[in-house]
């Protein structure tokens, strides 16, 4: 059905829900229902890592793999596991599909280093000595990196040509986690410069293409990690999120993208884009793979205290005390049959729908997101219309703010100290213009410069500064609204994904962050998983996400909605060139 | 980290006015004309840049201007009014015109903590270029600063000795600029919350100079990271003839404290006076070793003159490099003379808004770069940091922390009873104040034993002369390398204070006493030199002289009384000097009127 605004609350009241519902709920009896005691429990303590259930399939622990489970990484390691797979064969894989993919996800691959990783990860696990230790799901396997995060001595590009010579010296404190648990990198995907795009098109070296229509982009700028994971040229990946870098590419290719909380994460090892917003999240294929990498991206190795910025910018009385390090996500993700209630497992919830969100939505978005939201009522739980005011004000503010900290993130970029280095001879001011006007690309120096301008002498009253106030508007509103429900159901993005160079119009390229920008500003939490695809006019179907966007530190609770979700939800379709060893995965 | 340990071949000639070229263009008419120095320069800026804002916000901005209220547009029309008015008529120059400097300081205090501000690195003056550097101080891509809590708890330290108000939040921001030795395109510092604010300083004014304290205001004190250091290749070394400049980013990061002063001080050797004190101030912190020639304290001074009774303030000169007090003073002082001067000769317009650097070697001010418009640095708040908060606890654990302060000991001193002077040397060094409290101490702790003695002014006296000169002579670092421990000095003052031996055989014995050490006591036992007071012993002694000399006698006898001195002299040669010489003086009367 078709969608118009204003809604009329509640949702549910509106007609041709129940027969949906009632579907799945004929569906969902017919299951076991196992552990119902279990399940309340659990998810009422998901967020604070209390003992978790035996039963529950944990990171640490591969055995006890169920068969239905959507996790790439569950069920690779399982292969791993049982010994029919090496890692290095897994690699192998990939790599051998990177190759005959003309997608263009990757910025680098580093070939050698990936399968001499893998090696090592395999006699890692077949040596006899070490067989005893728990290891963690994510050991050998291949994971791709936004190349905006430093990997020690590989290229980090950011998609920018002044740092098309770089190697960082250290690695990101997320890849020192993942690496921890024995995760091997296989190379770097593309991104929008600085991550100043929602196409990846505006990547100084080629752009990447959309897995389901080649005409399209993926989104951006984490769009070569979210057209990786669709595409199946790696488990997972991670991206970057400052205005919707990771939600909205995710909605364009189809895949599961977790924004978390701003300061959930560790930001060292992130090239600062606008360092109020940035985060680092994962993108994947299912909501539990989202799950068990956020388990380890959050861990926490010390050296860095960036994460307790949040504080600045949002007032942290309302978060729960049990908001960083230890809470356990794969604890969130309870299977179906260990479900208490298959009939109505999201009872009890209660969601607010953003009335302004839909105003110009695209009607094949909107329909795609009705379906969710009609879902979501199915399966239980509560939904209601609310306006927030202050939402629209949210593209402008947030457009101020993060190009203001970008023009002064991005001073460091002079061409002296790293990167390339190709003018150095020559008088310092011509040197630093060059290497800047040489170096950076249209979109970056345009944000440079209205960024600058913002804070300049005499303007920055007028633009910076109110910008702050209405950004604390935003998160006062949304927090307010959040005392009153679970999350907001809204859509991913506004539209279906671009068509290469259709947006040369650099505003209304910005008004595609409508959906994401606001969550952004108020350091929230929000998750973006696949609704209904959508045919084209060439009868492409294409896929669009629906976003859950969560209460600060709620990243466990988002995570068990959506997997729920994206359990009941009807399959959806697979990459046209989906592994021809699908029976492996 | 080899892509880190860069040396830049870029030409920085012309840098500086190039570059400084590509601010903001402003009317330059007017600034040139009415710079204040210090703080009120920064007033003035803050004024410009308001005015300008509401120009802007009428122009372009309808709904901006829309906010400002009919008061707020009629105070505007009034500072402008005023700033128009050229009151130079008013205030005719000539040759016998009185003058008046205005001047204030800035001062950079490297603060000496374990790491510099944002990151593990050690830093210490002198190192191989390039060899204290992280990726993190480096503005490598990806880093992010983390806050070192010790240099919160030095910029504290400093701020309570300053008597200043600590602002119980204050917040970090960005100075950007591009310069080869910022290596992130922004300094990270603290512009409008400030950690410290509204101190004051009692400084001690040389004698020459009249003498007494002058209380010097401290307008606020901030937080601030260091930028690298510039090596200028070939040509004469400077900025403008080098034909290629080397970045060493070793001091890049490191925790600096910049203090602010109002523009309190009436000449150089006032500065100077504050300079030291200062200095004193973050030495007995140990917060900063407050070495000039190192770079650990820098001081830019803000000089402008105008006659007596003007309001408008002159043209402001910024002057630096100055690698001693006394440098400073006489820096100061040159360049009050020199824009008195101009004033004078009808050539105020050649005094402008410059940066000058004091020539040691022609003793004299010279140009270092002219600055043309206000830099607009586009401060806004550093979205990397979180808002620092120093609770009154906190504060409070601090002051209590803190050692006693060169102010408090002038006054624990003076209230000894001890001279002015003495109480200016021995504060001028922590290591003599350490040492002269344990001589008192160790007095004290004999005093319980004995008799109560007080040796303050005897000590002072012989550890300010004497033993001070000998250190200095002998290039010993400090007291503390004297053969003469404390206990030792605290006994030979006793002897003397106690009458046990004269002043006069305490300065003999003194040498030896140096040289080998040991008891004084001993010493003078051994040497058969304890003081004669027995008045039977004296009264031989005056008698034996007496007889040996009896034309003196006869002629001291008949009125020529200025023979005493010499009856007293040969007393005390008589007694090889251990004669007491009040007692001896009255018997010596009593026999001569006998």
């Known amino acids: 059905m078709t969608f118009s605004p204003p809604l009329s609350p509640p949702l549910r009241a509106r007609g041709g829900v129940g027969v949906n519902c009632k579907k799945n709920n004929n569906n969902n009896a017919k299951k076991k229902k196992k552990k119902k005691k279990n399940f309340c429990r659990r998810f009422a303590t998901a967020s604070s890592n209390a003992s978790s259930s035996s039963s529950s399939s944990s990171s640490s622990s591969s055995s006890e793999i169920d068969g239905t489970t959507k996790s790439v990484i569950k069920k690779i390691a399982q292969k791993l596991q049982s010994g029919e797979l090496t890692s290095l064969r897994v690699t192998e894989m990939y790599l051998k599909r990177m190759k005959d993919s003309s997608l263009n996800c990757y910025a680098s691959v580093n070939e050698e280093d990936a399968l001499e990783r893998a090696a090592e990860m395999d006699r890692e696990r077949m040596n006899p000595e070490r067989g005893e230790k728990k290891r963690s799901l994510l050991h050998g396997i291949p994971i791709a990196v936004k190349d905006n995060i430093c990997t020690k001595n590989t290229y980090t590009t950011a998609g920018s040509k002044i740092l098309r010579e770089y190697r960082p010296d250290f690695d990101a404190d997320v890849v020192k986690h993942l690496n921890k648990e024995g995760v091997v990198v296989l190379g770097k995907t593309n991104m929008d410069e600085f991550g100043m795009g929602s196409t990846t098109e505006s990547s100084a070296y080629a752009p990447t293409s959309n897995p389901w229509d080649e005409s399209r982009v993926p989104g951006g700028s984490s769009g070569g990690s979210a057209a990786a994971v669709a595409a199946q040229l790696c488990a997972a990946s991670l991206g970057s999120d400052t205005g919707g870098s990771i939600r909205q590419p995710a909605a364009f290719c189809g895949t599961v993208g977790l924004k978390p909380s701003y300061g959930r994460v560790s930001r060292h090892g992130l090239l600062a884009y606008a360092s109020s917003f940035d985060c680092i999240g994962p993108i994947t294929s299912s909501v539990e793979d989202a799950a068990i990498l956020m388990d380890v991206l959050c861990g926490n190795t010390g050296d860095d205290n960036n994460s307790n910025l949040d504080a600045k910018y949002f007032d942290s009385s309302n978060n729960n005390s049990s908001s960083s390090g230890s809470s356990s996500f794969t604890d969130a993700i309870v299977s179906k049959e260990n479900l208490v209630d298959v009939a109505a497992p999201l009872k009890g919830k209660t969601f607010a729908v953003i009335k302004e969100t839909f105003t110009g939505l695209d009607e094949k978005v909107s329909a795609s997101v009705m379906e969710s939201i009609e879902l979501v009522e199915s399966l239980g739980a509560k939904v209601h219309e609310v306006s927030c005011p202050t939402f629209l004000f949210g593209l402008p503010a947030y457009y101020i703010l993060a190009l203001s900290e970008a023009s002064s993130n991005l001073a460091r970029y002079d061409g002296i100290r790293f990167g390339a280095q190709d003018y150095l001879n020559m008088d310092l001011v011509d040197s630093i213009k060059s290497s800047r006007f040489e170096g950076f690309g249209a979109e970056v120096k345009r944000r440079i410069l209205m960024g600058t301008y913002t804070l300049s002498e005499g303007y920055s009253d007028a633009y910076y500064k109110r910008a702050q106030e209405v950004r604390r508007l935003i998160y006062a509103e949304m927090t307010q609204h959040l005392q009153t429900y679970d999350g907001f159901l809204t859509p991913a993005t506004s539209s279906l994904a671009y068509m290469k160079n259709e947006n040369q119009e650099p505003l209304a390229m910005f008004t595609g962050d409508l959906m994401t920008v606001n969550v952004n500003l108020s350091g929230l939490p929000a998750l973006v998983i696949r609704s209904k695809d959508s045919a084209d006019e060439n009868n492409t179907l294409l896929p669009s996400g629906i976003q859950i966007i969560g209460k600060k530190y709620g990243e466990a609770e988002l995570l068990g909605v959506g997997h729920i979700i994206e359990m009941f939800s009807a399959e959806r379709k697979l990459y046209k060139d989906a592994f021809p060893e699908a029976s492996l995965f | ?594």
Request: hydrophobic letters at 30%; charged letters at 30%; aromatic letters at 6%.
């Open chain 2, 1 to 594: 980290m080899n892509n880190t340990t860069t040396s830049t071949t870029t030409s920085l000639s012309s840098l500086s006015s190039r570059f400084r070229r590509s601010a903001k263009k402003n009317n330059n008419n007017k600034n040139n004309k009415k710079e204040a120095t210090g703080i009120f320069h920064q007033r003035e800026e803050t004024r410009q840049q308001q005015r300008r804002r509401r120009r802007r916000s009428a122009t372009t901005n309808a709904a901006a201007s829309g906010t400002k209220t009919e008061g707020e547009q009629l105070h505007l029309s009034a500072l402008e009014q005023s700033e128009l008015i050229d009151d130079t008529e008013d205030f005719p120059i000539d040759a016998n015109t009185k003058f008046e400097p205005t001047i204030g300081i800035e001062t950079h205090v490297q603060l000496q903590t374990k790491t510099k501000a944002f990151c593990g690195c050690q830093y210490s003056y002198g190192a191989n270029a390039n060899t204290q550097i992280c990726p993190i101080c480096m503005g490598h891509p990806g880093t992010y600063p983390k806050l070192s809590e010790e240099v919160v708890e030095k910029g504290v330290q400093i701020g309570v000795a300053l008597n200043c108000k600590i602002r119980e939040v204050s917040k970090f921001d960005r100075k950007q600029y591009f310069y080869p030795d910022l290596p992130k395109g922004y300094q990270i510092s603290q512009f409008d919350e400030p950690l410290c604010e509204h101190g004051n300083i009692k400084v001690v004014i040389p004698v020459e100079e009249g003498g007494g304290e002058a209380t010097i205001g401290i307008t606020r004190a901030h937080l601030e990271e260091d930028a690298g250091k510039l090596n200028h290749v070939g040509g004469s070394g400077n900025v403008s003839t080098a034909t290629h400049s080397l970045a060493d980013y070793n001091r890049a990061g490191v925790a600096l404290l910049e203090i602010v002063t109002e523009p309190d001080f009436k000449n150089g050797k006032e500065v100077s006076a504050y300079g030291q004190e200062l200095r004193r101030i973050v030495r007995y912190l140990k917060a900063s070793d407050g070495n000039l020639n190192e770079g650990s304290m820098r001081c830019d001074v803000n000089v402008s003159v105008k006659p007596v009774g003007r309001k408008r303030f002159g043209t402001k000169v910024e002057v630096k490099n100055m690698n001693s007090f006394n440098a400073m003073a006489r820096a100061i002082d040159y360049e009050i003379e020199r824009q008195e001067k101009l004033y004078k000769e009808g050539r105020g317009d050649e005094i402008v808004q410059e940066t000058r650097t004091w020539d040691d070697q022609n003793q004299r001010t010279v140009t270092m770069r002219k600055k043309e418009g206000l830099a607009d640095y586009r401060y806004f708040p550093e979205p990397d940091l979180n808002p620092l908060v120093c609770s009154q606890a906190y504060v409070a654990n601090v002051r209590k922390e803190m050692p006693e302060l060169p102010n408090e000991i002038r006054d624990r001193y003076k209230a000894l009873g001890l001279p002015n002077g003495d109480v200016q040397v021995l504060v001028e060094d922590e290591n003599l104040v350490r040492f002269y409290d344990e001589i008192l101490s160790a007095n004290s702790s004999r005093s319980s034993e004995e008799k109560e003695v007080n040796i303050s002014k005897q000590a002072a006296n012989w550890l300010t002369n004497d033993l001070l000169a000998f250190v200095k002579n002998e290039k010993l670092a400090t007291p503390y390398d004297l053969k003469l421990n404390p206990e030792e000095i605290a006994e030979f003052c006793f002897l003397i204070e106690n009458g046990e031996i004269s002043g006069k055989i305490g300065k003999d014995i003194l040498p030896e006493l140096l040289l080998d050490g040991g008891s004084p006591r001993k010493l003078v036992e051994e040497k058969g030199l304890m003081q004669i007071s027995d008045p039977k012993e004296i009264e031989k002694i005056v008698q034996k002289v007496l007889d040996m000399n009896p034309n003196q006698l006869e002629q001291y006898r008949s009125g020529k009384t200025k023979l005493k001195g010499f009856f007293v002299g040969a007393c005390l040669r008589e007694s090889g000097g251990r004669a007491n010489p009040t007692l001896t003086d009255e018997i010596l009367m009593r026999k001569l009127e006998e």
